[in-house]
T-cell receptor, first 113, second 114 residues
Framework: ETGVTQSPTHLIKTRGQQVTLRCSSQ?????VSWYQQALGQGPQFIFQ???????GRGNFPPRFSGLQFPNYSSELNVNALELDDSALYLC????????????FGPGTRLTVL | GDSVTQMEGPVTLSEEAFLTINCTYT??????LFWYVQYPGEGLQLLLK?????DKGSNKGFEATYRKETTSFHLEKGSVQVSDSAVYFC?????????????FGKGTLLTVNP
C-alpha cells in the first residue's frame, strides 16, 4: 500500500511569485488536508478537501487555494508569495472526512526569498 | 477555539532515562487526542492516540492517558533510546465540526544522548 506522497521535496521561489504543491493521497482515502509548519512551530491547518469539495478552512488568506481531483490527489496553490510563507507544507489523507486519524506525507519545504 | 499547550523544550536525556512530556488542551465537546513524532527531515508519524476519557494509548513503549478532569494527555516512556530523538507533537481533533482538522501544540524537541 502506497502512503501519502508529495512533490516537489524542496522549492525556492521569490516574493510575489506563485507556487503549486502536489499531494497524492493514500490508496482508498478520499479526504486530503493541508498544513503549514513554520520553523520551530506546530503545523497549522490550511484547509481540507473531501470528494473534490473544500470541507473546512483555517485562518489563511484567499491567496491560499486548493483543488482535489477525481482520483483524490490534491494541489495547494499560493499566489503572491510572501517571505512568511516559507515553511514545510504537509499533506495528510484519511479514509473519509469523518475519520479522526490522518496520515501524513513527507512534506514540501518552500523557501521564499 | 481549540488549543493545545505542551511542555517547552528542548528536553535532553541520557539513554534509559524516564521521559515525560506534558500536554494540556482546551476544547469543547469530546476531542480525540494524539501524539505525533517528527524525525529530522521527515513528515509526521502517528505515535499513539486516545479517543475518549480514561483511554490509554500506547506504542513502542510510549504511553499517554486521556484525562478529562485535568484536560491532559501527558506522554511517558520508561526508558528512552537514542533513536527516540525527535520532535513530539501533541494534537487533538474535535468532532464538533464537519471535518476533523488537527490542532497541534508547538512541539517538544527530545534529544537522547548515549
Amino acid at each position: 500500500e502506497t502512503g501519502v506522497t508529495q512533490s516537489p521535496t524542496h522549492l525556492i521561489k521569490t516574493r510575489g511569485q506563485q507556487v503549486t504543491l502536489r499531494c497524492s493521497s493514500q490508496s482508498g482515502h478520499n479526504t486530503v488536508s493541508w498544513y503549514q509548519q513554520a520553523l520551530g512551530q506546530g503545523p497549522q491547518f490550511i484547509f481540507q478537501y473531501y470528494r473534490e469539495e473544500e470541507n473546512g478552512r483555517g485562518n489563511f488568506p484567499p491567496r491560499f487555494s486548493g483543488l482535489q481531483f477525481p482520483n483524490y490527489s490534491s494541489e495547494l496553490n499560493v499566489n503572491a508569495l510572501e517571505l512568511d510563507d516559507s515553511a514545510l507544507y504537509l499533506c495528510a489523507s484519511s479514509p473519509s472526512a469523518g475519520y479522526n486519524e490522518q496520515f501524513f506525507g513527507p512534506g514540501t519545504r518552500l523557501t521564499v526569498l | 477555539g481549540d488549543s493545545v499547550t505542551q511542555m517547552e523544550g528542548p528536553v535532553t536525556l541520557s539513554e534509559e532515562a524516564f521521559l515525560t512530556i506534558n500536554c494540556t488542551y482546551t476544547a469543547t465537546g469530546y476531542p480525540s487526542l494524539f501524539w505525533y513524532v517528527q524525525y529530522p527531515g521527515e513528515g509526521l508519524q502517528l505515535l499513539l492516540k486516545a479517543t475518549k476519557a480514561d483511554d490509554k494509548g500506547s506504542n513502542k513503549g510510549f504511553e499517554a492517558t486521556y484525562r478529562k478532569e485535568t484536560t491532559s494527555f501527558h506522554l511517558e516512556k520508561g526508558s528512552v533510546q537514542v533513536s527516540d530523538s525527535a520532535v513530539y507533537f501533541c494534537a487533538l481533533t474535535n468532532s464538533g465540526g464537519s471535518n476533523y482538522k488537527l490542532t497541534f501544540g508547538k512541539g517538544t524537541l527530545l534529544t537522547v544522548n548515549p
